[in-house]
């Protein structure tokens, strides 16, 4: 069946650079396209950015100059990297399969100063 | 970016009643395939999120038809007949026409 899962740390230290790590299973990177959405404690959905699966990227303009998404097709893994980390970056961060039809379970990561 | 605009913000129902969220997007939601990329997901409590329609209304896999999307252009809605304990929570609705996708900004969905 069609699985998710983000791996990451839970803190991360001010300014520091956050690294996440989605691993997918039932389904392969080169036919469906990952999102990457965060959400911050209580409140709403952000689209940050997607792995598409011809191998691009896009990302949401708000995080263009900070982020990066790249892929590891053999290991079925999808990478968030976002440098210059702030104490409004805390948030749950998601991995979705294309068309948002299944999410991981999420990372909650806290910057801290 | 597109703005999909969600009422209410939040909605008090007792079990067995039938609610509608709507949800209005700032531009025209259909694709130049014809098609119209408008889905609703819903986070329950600690939970992430899942989709229950897809392009406006068609049911997601293992989703009850107590669940229905219309609408077309700009203007959706989310109906939930006869609203059971496990469907509380926060609706979202996202689009996926236009780049970068948006979502609303949710309807939370208590018991009475």
């Known amino acids: 069946q069609v699985q998710l899962k983000e791996t990451g740390p839970d803190l991360v230290q001010l300014t520091q650079t956050l690294s996440i790590t989605c691993t997918v299973s039932?389904?392969?990177?080169?036919?469906?396209?990952v999102h990457w959405v965060r959400q911050p404690p209580g409140k709403g959905l952000e689209w940050m950015g997607a792995m598409w699966n011809g191998g691009g990227t896009d990302y949401n303009s708000a995080f263009k100059s900070r982020l990066s998404i790249s892929r590891d097709t053999s290991k079925s893994q999808v990478f968030l990297k976002m440098n210059s980390l702030q104490t409004d970056d805390t948030a749950k961060y998601f991995c979705?399969?294309?068309?948002?039809?299944?999410w991981g379970q999420g990372v909650m990561v806290t910057v801290s100063s | 970016d597109v703005v999909m605009t969600q009422t209410p913000p939040s909605l008090s129902v007792a079990i067995g009643q039938s609610v509608s969220i709507s949800c209005k997007s700032s531009?025209?939601?259909?694709?130049?395939?014809?098609?119209?990329?408008l889905h609703w997901l819903l986070q329950s409590p600690g939970r992430s999120p899942k989709r229950l329609i897809y392009q406006v209304s068609n049911l997601g896999s293992g989703v009850p038809d107590r669940f229905s999307g219309t609408g077309s252009q700009k203007d959706f809605t989310l109906k939930i007949s006869r609203v059971e304990a496990e469907d509380l929570g926060v609706y979202y609705c996202?689009?996926?026409?236009?780049?970068?996708?948006?979502f609303g900004a949710g309807t939370k969905l208590e018991l009475k």
């Open positions: 996202a689009q996926t026409t236009h780049f970068p996708p948006t």
């Open positions: 979705a399969r294309q068309a948002f039809d299944y």
């Open positions: 531009q025209s939601l259909v694709y130049s395939d014809g098609k119209t990329y």
């Open positions: 039932g389904f392969s990177l080169t036919t469906y396209n």
